[in-house]
């Protein structure tokens, strides 16, 4: 597969090489497929990912490894009458569902097993960190985690298009001084290479911040050129620009802002935007009822434009609107409530996009179970028709908790959390 194509191929990666990565992983978890089935509100020709592209003459026979039962392909004849339809060649995960719904996993072990830590949780989409967040420093990555990456994103039915990898909270392309900018920008190419290399397509930032050291314009222009300047080191990979809350300096918390950079990269098929739900309520746009939700979108729509939207973090907020604070919620759990996720799951216009769950995990299956409950809302035209889990409290404040630590706490798992001096962050 060339880097940055749209589609995973069967046949450019040898097996060997990925049952001697499978035997060097550790904390692999064990996978057991899921077996719900989500209705779909939109046609077959919307179905989630270009089903066209996964090869669906392919039937599995079981093949244990030492520390990793996997499945290998084996060819059987069929006729063309006793073939099955190609929706039925795919996981149950995968069947009329219009929606890609996934999580921010962990990488621990390797990225390759962000994969099979995805299917835990019955995920058709999924983001990962590309390497360890904290750091300026990363290691190459090794061809055989390449190569196991790609492999199990053909064996488990993952297209590009499910894949939202999140970049390094470090990184500032805004900053005004040149210095730590380029610092930024090193790491920004850094990641927009490991991509390319792992064959995915979108890649998902934090814009930046000024800082106060420079006008919110000029911040933004730093911000594009940036954007151009990588375009022209890389192939095909899209940066996908998300928005804020409106803290600080911060830059993208409203639409125009975000319109503003885009208006300044010259390849306008290699930028887009991840709306955060959270951010976007927290900045001010609400999305509590269907009229509030419409006009936000409406806003949305003639300010940046749909065809610049290349996914979505789903969260609810642990603060109120407008409140400029940057605290996720589990979902319904929060101030926005139930009713904005039962908007998005019934939007067509959101098909075929990253719906990425950021939410706090203390238990460590709440991920699953939010997954669950936003398949629920497929098909429901209001909430008195949704069956919620026995123990759900819509609306709940959960206080004095984890919960309203920043993400990267609920979602990383690299061990020892001290920093050394030298990798700090220069947000300053």
Avoid at 162 to 173: D, F, K
Avoid at 226 to 240: F, M, P, S, W
Avoid at 365 to 393: A, R, T
Wanted: with cysteine; net charge positive; aromatic share 6%.
């Amino acid at each position: 597969m060339e880097a940055g194509s749209n589609t995973y191929q069967k046949g450019e990666v040898k097996v060997e090489e990925i049952i001697k990565s499978n035997e060097k992983r550790t904390n692999t978890k064990t996978i057991t497929r899921n077996t719900r089935s989500a209705k779909s509100t939109s046609s077959s020709d919307t179905t989630v990912t270009d089903t066209t592209n996964i090869d669906s003459s392919r039937n599995t026979t079981s093949k244990k490894t030492a520390n990793n039962s996997r499945t290998t392909k084996t060819k059987k004849t069929t006729s063309s009458a006793d073939s099955p339809k190609r929706e039925d060649m795919l996981p149950i995960r995968l069947q009329n569902v219009s929606k890609l719904v996934g999580a921010h996993v962990s990488i621990t072990g390797g990225v390759q097993n962000s994969i099979l830590n995805s299917l835990a949780i019955g995920a058709n989409a999924f983001a990962l960190f590309l390497r360890n967040q904290r750091t300026w420093k990363s290691t190459p990555l090794d061809p055989k985690v390449i190569t196991a990456f790609r492999e199990n994103c053909i064996e488990n039915n993952y297209q590009p298009n499910c894949i939202l990898p999140h970049g390094s909270y470090l990184i500032n392309l805004g900053n005004p001084d040149k210095t730590k900018r380029e610092k930024s920008y090193e790491a920004f190419l850094e990641d927009l290479r490991r991509c390319e290399s792992l064959g995915i397509e979108r890649y998902n930032f934090h814009p930046g911040s000024s800082v106060g050291g420079c006008s919110t314009e000029q911040s933004i222009t730093y911000i594009a050129e940036c954007i151009n300047k990588a375009h022209q080191e890389t192939n095909n990979v899209i940066c996908v620009i998300e928005n804020m809350a409106g803290s600080g300096y911060v830059i993208g918390s409203k639409f125009k802002e975000l319109a503003d950079i885009i208006s300044r990269v010259n390849d306008k098929d290699r930028v887009g935007v991840c709306i955060d739900t959270c951010h976007a309520f927290a900045a001010g746009y609400d999305l509590r009822t269907s009229k509030a939700y419409e006009k936000t979108m409406e806003k949305f729509s003639n300010i940046v434009g749909f065809k610049y939207l290349k996914g979505m973090h789903l969260n609810d907020s642990l603060t109120d609107l407008g409140s400029n604070r940057d605290r996720h919620a589990n979902i319904g759990k929060g101030y926005m409530g139930l009713e904005p996720f039962r908007l998005i799951m019934n939007d067509d216009r959101l098909n075929g996009i990253p719906l990425i769950l950021e939410t706090p995990t203390e238990q460590g299956d709440e991920y699953q179970k939010e997954i669950e409950l936003l398949y629920e809302l497929v098909g429901k035209s209001d909430l008195s028709q949704v069956k919620l889990p026995d123990d759900f409290v819509q609306g709940q404040q959960v206080k004095g908790n984890n919960s309203g630590k920043r993400i990267q706490s609920s979602i990383l798992d690299f061990g020892s959390k001290k920093k050394k001096k030298d990798d700090s962050t220069d947000e300053d």
